[in-house]
Every structure is written in C-alpha cells, then in structure tokens.
C-alpha cells in the first residue's frame, strides 16, 4: 500500500555511507527529507545531489537533515561521491541509504513498475518531527528535482504548524499569507493577527507572514 500524507512514515534500519542508520532514531527531533534516485554515476542524480550538499546550511537553519537512497550497494555510494564532490564543487555530507534490498524502497512504494520495475523513481518524502509524512512528490527519471521548491514548501509547512494560517499559490517566505477560513472570532484574530488583515471576500482574508517585519500601508 502507498503512503499517503498524514501516515506515519515506516522506521527502517539500514546501511549507509554514515553507518547503520535507525531511521526513527536518525530523525530525533528534525525534519527529514527522504528521497530516491535511479542509479549512482548518472548525471541527473549527481546534480540533484550537489544541489542538496550546496543548500545544506538551509536544511539546516529549518531544522531539516536531507538522507537520499538508491538500490546500489554501499561501496558504489561511495565511490560516487567523490564524484559528486568533485564534478559538483560541494561536499556531501548526507547519508545515503544502500537499499540493494529493496528493504526502503518497498515500505517507500519508490518502484514504480510501469516506470521501470527494479529502480526506484524520483520520489521525495518530507517528514515532520512527529514522523508524519507531509509531503510527497514523485519525478520521471528523466527530470531533476527542484530542491527549492522542497524548501518553499517546508517553509509553509513550518509556519502554517504554527499560526492559523496557509500560503497562496507561488508563495514565498515573507509574502502575505491566507487566514483560514475555520479563523472567524474578530477577537483571536486581531490577537493572532496585530498587523491587520485585507478582506477580499469572506473566504479570502490576507494578512502579513507572521514570521516578517511587515511596516503596512
């Protein structure tokens, strides 16, 4: 059975280029993002990885460990990142899962048959403190994923965890947000919401991340 948001996200524990890894354990108290590739020492997947190595001071000022897997044996991981490193000007220092098994990539639902029925696809898993999955975005092999899109949405994920609120279409942090519509007492918004908020309709009410220093008009 696929995995579907709100699940919790299966606990495995498996060889990596960092040691056993626990998945649960791993996680501890971070955000986590999981994701596949087809194969190592293929071009697309060794952008996506220096990508990921480029933005890890992002991961990591979101509280997030990025951890990526492919069915290839450790020894292959290994080697490919001195690749990675040196075609992609960066230092990987995330694991990846040597899933020759299929161990993760069964519970994951990353093999896709009709795509190709023994590589994992491009899928990517977000993964909240409370092990619950969040986001799920699966790729054809042939596209490279677009890490900060991963990251846009775990901004809205994070703020809208803690405020009463969700982020518009093409939202960016530090852009005006949406009030829900559950919101309704004048009191708990104005508390919530000291900036003020634009009316649109009833159901449409904008009002300033509440994560930025916002002057007004």
Known sequence: MSLRLGDTAPDFEQESTDGTIRFHDWLGDSWGVLFSHPADFTPVCTTELGLTAKLHKEFARRNVK????????LDSHREWIHDINETQECTVTFPIIADADRTVSTLYDMI???????????????????KKVRLIITYPA?????????LRVIDSLQLTDEHKVATPGNWEKGEDVVIVPSLQDEDEISKRFPQGYKKVR?????????????SGD
């Open 66 to 73: 990025p951890i990526a897997l492919s069915v290839d044996p």
């Open 112 to 130: 896709h048959p009709n795509a190709d029925d023994t590589l994992t696809v491009r899928s990517l898993f977000v993964i909240d403190p409370q």
């Open 142 to 150: 042939s596209t490279g994923r677009n890490f900060n899109e991963v």
């Open 202 to 214: 009833h159901y449409l009410r904008m009002t300033p991340d509440p994560h930025s220093n916002w």
